[in-house]
């Protein structure tokens, strides 16, 4: 009104008037609405690997508490998975991981994404560093930004390690 009439007038003047004339309220289902967005999704193959690490636990032959763990490398074009199981999660079987990784898949890593575990530390991001892979670390404490491994872990609880604990 100001650009046009050179007359200021505040929000709330505007719906005091609005609402005086029956007119405060838009119409049904013309509100703007959260447009949702696909984050980090790509098209290139072996362009983003998210990989992270599940702890598996279940009763072993003995009766006691067995402890390993799955870690676990997605590519976000393609979804194909790599899995492997190991007694602990030290760096070294990180390494061990990426490396199976690289030798695995058909085409070329451009990056790898992992959370601050300290597996995935400097030995690791240097490993990857010297194969010509860049090494990016999600913001702490955001498992959303890793979501695609996130949700591959829940699934497998789901389906497969339950069937483990019986």
Known sequence: MERYHGT????????????????????????????????????????????????????????????????????????IRALKTYDRHTQANAIAFVDHVIETFPFRIREIRTDNGQEFRARLHWHVEDRSIRHAYIKPSSPQLNGKVERWHRSNEQEFHQLLSY
């Open 8 to 79: 200021r007038i505040s929000d709330a003047g505007v719906y005091r008037i609005l609402k005086r004339n029956g007119m405060n309220r838009l119409p049904r289902g013309t509100r703007l609405r959260k447009v949702h967005t696909k984050r980090n999704n790509k098209q290139v193959s072996g362009h983003h690997f998210r990989i992270d690490v599940k702890l598996l636990t279940f009763i072993g032959k003995s009766g006691k508490k067995v402890r390993r763990f799955q870690f676990t490398a997605i590519d976000d074009a393609t979804r």
